[in-house]
């Protein structure tokens, strides 16, 4: 069911989700509301980010696990790709990069070190075949 507000359609969340975002903003507080990953407390909460997505938004991970194979089978070299406009070797499903800059508001998402550690942390949000 969707909640209109202001003619804007927002998805309601369930119970459900709404219990593990609850959880997760209470994992936050008591991490001493972190706002980005250049400490331990960071990497934590970008942990349960990761595991509070996948659960409360199933379709959501296995969509875009299947996108990412899906990607990989035709994808440009990376000479081709930076001509074609960029090469980007990680990304992130919408709900879930709301998620990372609503409780990390300071990480710099397109840091190459970030990206790197983010890549080897959760090897699902790798797009690229290449070594990054």
């Known amino acids: 069911m969707n909640v209109t507000v202001d003619g804007v359609d927002y998805e309601e ?7 593990y975002m609850l959880g997760l903003i209470g994992v936050w507080e008591k991490l001493g509301k972190p ?15 990761m595991q509070v997505w996948m659960k409360a938004f199933p379709q959501e991970w296995t969509q875009w696990k299947q996108e990412i194979l899906d990607s990989l089978e035709t994808e440009r070299t990376i000479a081709a790709s930076v001509k074609a406009g960029g090469y980007f070797p990680m990304s992130y499903p919408t709900r879930l990069y709301k998620m990372i800059k609503t409780l990390l508001p300071k990480q710099k998402l397109n840091d190459d070190e970030f ?12 797009t690229t075949k290449y070594s990054v």
């Open 13 to 19: 969340a369930s119970k459900i989700t709404t219990a």
């Open 115 to 126: 990206i790197h550690q983010m890549v080897n942390r959760y090897p699902f949000l790798k």
């Open 35 to 49: 706002t980005d990953c250049s400490t331990n407390s960071g990497w934590v909460v970008m942990d349960n980010i």
